[in-house]
């Protein structure tokens, strides 16, 4: 079992960066690949990025690649979404997720969930 928990949400205008945390729950924390998700008003829920439990393997939304970066501290049971260059296209609420392996997190909905943070940004 995990419970995941964002936070670092935020208005922010166009070009500027925002950082979201996720803390998660549990001892196995470490074993979980992890992953983002957004979803914008009136629009369904899109997958942005995720990161394999080592966190060697990471992927991307074409949408977010250069921009940005997925990382885990499986030290401190966090993993993070650090967003430059936001555009307000990218306004949402954004979710942190995780199940087994970083394709079943890009292909299908993951078993775990976070509550959200949203994420707005002015033009």
């Known amino acids: 079992q995990v419970q995941l928990v964002e936070s670092g949400g935020g208005l922010v205008q166009a070009g500027g960066s925002l950082r979201l945390s996720c803390a998660a729950s549990?001892?196995?924390?470490?074993?979980?690949?992890m992953g983002w998700f957004r979803q914008a008003p009136g629009k369904e829920r899109e997958f942005v990025a995720a990161?394999?439990?080592?966190?060697?393997?990471?992927y991307y939304t074409d949408s977010v690649k250069g921009r940005f970066t997925i990382s885990r501290d499986n030290a401190k049971n966090t993993v993070y979404l650090q967003m430059n260059s936001l555009k307000p296209e990218d306004t949402a609420v954004y979710y942190c997720?995780?199940?087994?392996?970083?394709?079943?997190?890009?292909?299908?909905?993951?078993?775990?969930w976070g509550q959200g943070t949203q994420v707005t940004v002015s033009s």
């Open positions: 990161i394999s439990w080592s966190g060697g393997g990471r």
């Open positions: 997720a995780a199940d087994s392996t970083i394709k079943i997190i890009a292909t299908m909905p993951p078993e775990y």
């Open positions: 549990g001892r196995t924390f470490s074993s979980y690949a």
